[in-house]
């Protein structure tokens, strides 16, 4: 059973995962006690590894390159996931 740190962690994963699967994204939580969101775009074959963290004053999504968004709105940072993902637009 997961701690309440752990829960808390994985509440806050589960619900950027959520987001994402309205934006076609793919992902997957991986990690028994410290556990991450493994996220793929299915057509551009971009993934990035998002960490859930606690800040002063709540908690924060984490992903290389340099994203971070509030966790209490995890459709903002799904969105930003989301546009580091997308395909590279054609040239015109």
Do not use: Y
């Not at 059973?1 to 994204?25: C, I, K, V, Y």
């Not at 028994?32 to 993934?47: E, I, K, M, T």
């Not at 004053?57 to 989301?82: I, Q, R, Y």
Request: proline share 10%; hydrophobic share 40%.
């Amino acid at each position: 059973m997961p701690n309440t740190f752990t829960q808390q962690r994985l509440a806050h994963l589960d619900s950027l995962a959520a987001e994402l699967r309205q934006r076609g994204l793919v992902s997957r939580t991986l990690g028994g006690a410290a556990p991450v969101l493994w996220v793929w775009h299915p057509d551009s074959g971009r993934q990035t590894i998002v960490f859930a963290t606690p800040v002063k004053d709540g908690w924060l999504f984490l992903w290389s390159p340099d994203g971070e968004e509030s966790a209490d709105d995890p459709a903002l940072a799904a969105g930003s996931v989301e546009r580091l993902l997308a395909p590279p637009a054609e040239p015109s």
